[in-house]
């Protein structure tokens, strides 16, 4: 018998808990996309980076894919599971998982949009992770920390995250 006192912490009970922002499908459809017709990588290969993917395991895929391609060759699931781990991958393993990537794919038209959203929930899981930063240095800060050196710090974050994550439009305003 569970202590009535007792409060299980699930994530849909905690109102503070949250996913960061991101999306699965969007991932796998552009990397099925990617997997069918090598042309939607050259879609989104001048902003999009392995490490914008949520999930590591398409980042990984994402990384071989690149590699392929970038090589000169053609990246299908039976030339890219050659460089990726044999690694169950919900339940079905890696050349499996490729397969059924390749059979849900986007059409290459969408590739671009789709790239676009895993790019911008990739930015806006930055700034989760800037604001969580200065959240903790303003709660633990050191006598030496000044506050006008945390807001330093957290403009500097900031100035980064907007100089990398432009899509090379330049500057942009906060």
Excluded at 3 to 19: I, Y
Excluded at 139 to 161: C, H, R
Aim: proline share 5%; no cysteine.
């Amino acid at each position: 018998m569970v202590d009535a006192n007792v409060h299980r912490l699930r994530p849909e009970d905690d109102k503070s808990f949250r996913l960061a922002p991101h999306n699965v499908e969007a991932e796998q459809a552009l990397l099925g996309a990617i997997l069918v017709n090598n042309e939607a990588y050259y879609r989104v290969s001048d902003f999009l980076i392995p490490e914008h993917f949520y999930e590591p395991v398409h980042r990984t895929i994402y990384e071989v894919l690149q590699k392929i391609i970038r090589a000169g060759k053609t990246a299908t699931p039976i030339t890219a599971k050659t460089y990726l781990p044999e690694a169950l991958v919900a339940d079905v393993t890696m050349p499996q998982y490729l397969a059924r990537l390749a059979a849900e794919a986007t059409t290459v038209l969408n590739a671009g949009d789709y790239g676009q959203s895993i790019y911008d929930l990739a930015i806006r899981r930055n700034l989760i992770q800037i604001g969580e930063e200065m959240r903790e240095s303003a709660y633990t800060a050191d006598v030496e920390l000044t506050p006008s050196k945390q807001i330093e710090e957290a403009e500097k974050s900031l100035f980064e995250l907007a100089e990398k994550g432009t899509n090379g439009a330049g500057f942009q305003d906060f």
